[in-house]
């Protein structure tokens, strides 16, 4: 069964960290570009972040610039999102994703992982 994995979500505090993970199995990630989107409540799924298959560029939503960071672990199947300095604004669903490309389609979406910034 292919499918990916979201792991690493829930509850913290403004000012904290997160690291987001998301494992594929069924498939290897080698040859997809892999993204992190995100949906509030109320709101249209955005994108966040996006690493190229070789991992060699990347890209962030303004707003999370200089705070989150993607990354991947071929060898481990897996994508991974730090999240830190994160603030009330941030709390969404987090979906992991593999496109062919960096704002290409998404071929297949994680089931998602709640993550909650309050005090």
């Known amino acids: 069964q292919l499918q990916l994995v979201e792991s690493g979500g829930g509850l913290v505090q403004p000012g904290g960290s997160l690291r987001l993970s998301c494992a594929a199995s069924g498939f290897s990630l080698d040859y997809y570009a892999l993204g992190w989107f995100r949906q509030a409540p109320g709101k249209e799924r955005e994108g966040v972040s996006c690493i190229s298959s070789r991992g060699g560029s990347t890209n962030y ?54 993550v909650t910034v309050s005090a």
């Open 61 to 114: 939503l303004d707003s999370v610039k200089g705070r989150f960071t993607i990354s991947r672990d071929n060898a481990k199947n897996t994508v991974y999102l730090q999240m830190n300095s994160v603030k009330p604004e941030d709390t969404a669903v987090y979906y992991c994703a593999s496109l062919n490309y960096c704002k290409g389609p998404v071929v297949y979406w994680g089931q998602g992982t709640q």
